[in-house]
């Protein structure tokens, strides 16, 4: 994690009020159903501070879904991860990854993967934004073919 930076888990959600991101419907969804998404999947979340402000954040849990091709379950889930608009380009989108990588593999659980459902946002007259980019340059592969009827895909990332 970059240096001026610090992660504490999250257990009262007050500081989403203020967070913004560039994706309207993602800062929407931030603003209005954030919280009980993350209760109801039963999340770990975690906020990135940047002193008092929050800079980002991220919600993990455990992926039952992903087998890998030995039909072994040992993956951790990146619910949610989003970077406010002020602290996005510089660095901490991968180094957030990098974080979430080392929690995997050094904790109670040793996770052999990473997934995500990488958003894709293609309305051309609201809105056009993607994670997917930004998880291939963290090295994620994808884990299925796109299907432009989904909002998401499932991307992977091999950690042990």
Do not use: W
């Not at 209760?39 to 906020?47: A, V």
């Not at 992926?63 to 091709?69: C, G, Q």
């Not at 002020?86 to 974080?99: D, V």
């Amino acid at each position: 994690m970059q240096s001026s930076f610090f992660v504490r888990t999250l257990t009262e959600y007050s500081d989403f009020q203020t967070f913004e991101c560039r994706v309207p419907s993602v800062n929407a969804f931030v603003h209005n159903g954030l919280t009980e998404a993350l209760i109801e999947n039963q999340c770990d979340t975690y906020g990135v501070y940047d002193g008092d402000k929050l800079a980002a954040f991220f919600a993990l849990k455990k992926d039952e879904r992903f087998v890998d091709a030995k039909g072994e379950k040992s993956a951790l889930e990146i619910a949610f991860l989003a970077v406010d608009k002020e602290y996005e380009l510089q660095g901490l989108g991968r180094s957030i990854i990098q974080e979430i990588a080392k929690m995997a593999t050094s904790g109670e659980t040793i996770y052999k993967y990473l997934t995500v459902e990488a958003l894709v946002i293609t309305h051309p007259k609201k809105e056009r934004y993607e994670a997917v980019s930004f998880y291939k340059k963290c090295m994620f592969l994808q884990a299925e073919l796109y299907d432009p009827a989904k909002d998401t895909l499932s991307m992977y990332l091999q950690l042990v």
